[in-house]
């Protein structure tokens, strides 16, 4: 059974940071595309952050681009985000999704702004406070 946990959200200031990790079991973590999405109040869920499982390139909205970085730990099974220099705007729930992209691949981009994962993670609230 393929499981997602997603964990490290909370609350922070304007211009903090925060790490989120999603824990992966039930499947071959490198054979998986893996992203982060975001649902923001009143907004439409957003792919922000994806990385891809082949060459582990990776793709990020304009929103959160220079500020966020993605990145795998094959070894662990886990997906981080490192959320730097946060806003408002970043208040949300954010979701990992991840899906084997079979047979073809995807790029980052498309896995994040078209393709729909099939596994998701339980989501984990961010609040940035001002």
């Known amino acids: 059974e393929v499981q997602l946990q997603a964990s490290g959200g909370g609350v922070v200031q304007v211009g903090g940071s925060l790490r989120l990790s999603c824990a992966a079991s039930?499947?071959?973590?490198?054979?998986?595309?893996i992203g982060w999405f975001r649902q923001a109040p009143g907004k439409e869920r957003e792919g922000i952050a994806c990385?891809?499982?082949?060459?582990?390139?990776?793709y990020y909205a304009d929103s959160v681009k220079g500020r966020f970085t993605i990145s795998r730990d094959s070894a662990k099974s886990t997906v981080f985000l490192q959320m730097n220099s946060l806003k408002p705007e970043d208040t949300g729930v954010y979701f990992c999704?991840?899906?084997?992209?079979?047979?073809?691949?995807?790029?980052?981009?498309?896995?994040?702004?078209?393709?729909?994962?099939?596994?998701w993670g339980q989501g984990t609230q961010v609040t940035v406070s001002s």
């Open positions: 999704a991840a899906d084997p992209v079979w047979p073809v691949s995807v790029s980052a981009h498309y896995y994040c702004t078209i393709y729909a994962p099939e596994f």
């Open positions: 039930g499947f071959s973590f490198g054979d998986y595309a």
């Open positions: 990385i891809t499982k082949t060459d582990s390139s990776t």
